[in-house]
Nanobody, 125 residues
Framework: QLQLVESGGGLVQPGGSLRLSCAAS????????LGWFRQAPGKEREGVAC????????KYADSVKGRFTISRDNAKAMVYLQMSSLKPEDTAVYHC??????????????????WGKGTLVTVSS
Protein backbone atom coordinates (compact mmCIF):
# COMPACT_ATOMS: atom_id res chain seq x y z
CA GLN A 1 0.00 0.00 0.00
CA LEU A 2 1.40 3.36 -1.06
CA GLN A 3 2.09 5.57 1.95
CA LEU A 4 3.66 8.98 2.53
CA VAL A 5 4.34 10.09 6.11
CA GLU A 6 5.55 13.60 6.91
CA SER A 7 7.45 14.74 9.98
CA GLY A 8 9.39 17.74 11.23
CA GLY A 9 6.71 20.38 11.55
CA GLY A 10 6.42 22.66 14.54
CA LEU A 11 6.53 26.22 15.83
CA VAL A 12 9.34 28.46 14.60
CA GLN A 13 10.01 32.18 14.87
CA PRO A 14 10.03 34.44 11.81
CA GLY A 15 13.40 34.25 10.12
CA GLY A 16 14.01 30.77 11.44
CA SER A 17 14.54 27.45 9.69
CA LEU A 18 12.86 24.07 9.70
CA ARG A 19 13.43 20.81 7.86
CA LEU A 20 10.53 18.60 6.87
CA SER A 21 10.96 14.93 6.05
CA CYS A 22 8.72 12.49 4.22
CA ALA A 23 9.04 8.72 4.29
CA ALA A 24 7.63 6.91 1.27
CA SER A 25 6.65 3.25 1.18
CA UNK A 26 4.62 0.84 -0.90
CA UNK A 27 6.09 1.90 -4.26
CA UNK A 28 9.44 2.37 -5.97
CA UNK A 29 10.18 6.07 -5.47
CA UNK A 30 13.06 6.02 -7.97
CA UNK A 31 10.63 6.27 -10.90
CA UNK A 32 8.51 9.20 -9.75
CA UNK A 33 8.76 12.89 -9.11
CA LEU A 34 8.03 13.91 -5.53
CA GLY A 35 6.90 17.19 -4.11
CA TRP A 36 5.49 19.31 -1.34
CA PHE A 37 2.22 21.19 -1.10
CA ARG A 38 0.87 23.41 1.62
CA GLN A 39 -2.55 24.59 2.68
CA ALA A 40 -3.14 27.48 5.02
CA PRO A 41 -6.44 27.98 6.84
CA GLY A 42 -9.01 29.47 4.50
CA LYS A 43 -6.70 29.29 1.50
CA GLU A 44 -6.37 27.02 -1.50
CA ARG A 45 -3.74 24.33 -1.65
CA GLU A 46 -0.46 25.59 -3.11
CA GLY A 47 2.24 23.57 -4.80
CA VAL A 48 5.52 24.49 -3.11
CA ALA A 49 8.28 22.39 -4.65
CA CYS A 50 8.89 19.44 -6.94
CA UNK A 51 11.92 17.24 -7.61
CA UNK A 52 12.25 14.86 -10.54
CA UNK A 53 12.85 11.15 -10.07
CA UNK A 54 16.65 11.36 -10.38
CA UNK A 55 16.85 14.40 -8.13
CA UNK A 56 18.77 16.43 -10.69
CA UNK A 57 16.10 19.07 -11.32
CA UNK A 58 13.74 20.98 -9.09
CA LYS A 59 10.91 23.48 -9.38
CA TYR A 60 9.63 25.97 -6.83
CA ALA A 61 6.70 28.26 -6.34
CA ASP A 62 7.69 31.91 -6.65
CA SER A 63 6.60 32.47 -3.06
CA VAL A 64 9.35 30.18 -1.71
CA LYS A 65 12.07 30.44 -4.36
CA GLY A 66 15.45 31.17 -2.79
CA ARG A 67 14.23 30.23 0.69
CA PHE A 68 13.16 26.57 0.39
CA THR A 69 15.17 23.63 -0.93
CA ILE A 70 13.74 20.24 -1.87
CA SER A 71 15.93 17.15 -1.93
CA ARG A 72 15.51 13.38 -2.01
CA ASP A 73 17.32 10.21 -1.09
CA ASN A 74 16.02 7.37 -3.26
CA ALA A 75 18.03 4.76 -1.37
CA LYS A 76 16.15 5.70 1.80
CA ALA A 77 12.86 6.49 0.00
CA MET A 78 12.85 9.94 1.59
CA VAL A 79 12.11 13.45 0.40
CA TYR A 80 12.98 16.59 2.34
CA LEU A 81 12.06 20.25 2.41
CA GLN A 82 14.59 22.61 3.98
CA MET A 83 12.86 25.88 4.81
CA SER A 84 14.79 29.03 5.70
CA SER A 85 13.97 32.69 6.30
CA LEU A 86 10.50 31.60 7.31
CA LYS A 87 7.68 34.14 7.32
CA PRO A 88 4.31 34.13 9.09
CA GLU A 89 2.65 33.61 5.71
CA ASP A 90 4.46 30.26 5.43
CA THR A 91 2.20 28.95 8.20
CA ALA A 92 0.30 25.96 6.80
CA VAL A 93 -0.11 22.22 6.82
CA TYR A 94 2.60 20.83 4.56
CA HIS A 95 1.88 17.68 2.59
CA CYS A 96 4.31 15.39 0.80
CA UNK A 97 3.09 14.12 -2.56
CA UNK A 98 4.06 11.73 -5.31
CA UNK A 99 3.55 12.12 -9.02
CA UNK A 100 2.41 9.72 -11.71
CA UNK A 101 5.40 10.82 -13.80
CA UNK A 102 9.16 11.11 -13.42
CA UNK A 103 9.28 14.84 -14.22
CA UNK A 104 7.90 18.02 -12.73
CA UNK A 105 5.23 20.01 -14.54
CA UNK A 106 3.98 23.58 -14.45
CA UNK A 107 2.42 24.80 -12.31
CA UNK A 108 4.39 23.30 -9.43
CA UNK A 109 2.56 20.26 -8.17
CA UNK A 110 0.59 19.49 -11.31
CA UNK A 111 0.30 15.73 -11.73
CA UNK A 112 0.80 14.93 -8.06
CA UNK A 113 -1.86 12.40 -7.29
CA UNK A 114 -1.09 10.88 -3.90
CA TRP A 115 -0.76 12.79 -0.64
CA GLY A 116 0.36 12.31 2.91
CA LYS A 117 -1.70 13.52 5.86
CA GLY A 118 0.58 16.49 6.42
CA THR A 119 2.56 18.19 9.15
CA LEU A 120 1.74 21.61 10.62
CA VAL A 121 4.26 24.43 10.36
CA THR A 122 3.54 27.55 12.41
CA VAL A 123 5.69 30.64 11.97
CA SER A 124 5.05 33.05 14.81
CA SER A 125 6.84 35.09 17.43
Amino acid sequence: QLQLVESGGGLVQPGGSLRLSCAASGFTVDYYALGWFRQAPGKEREGVACIISSGSRTKYADSVKGRFTISRDNAKAMVYLQMSSLKPEDTAVYHCASSNASVCYDPVGYGMDYWGKGTLVTVSS
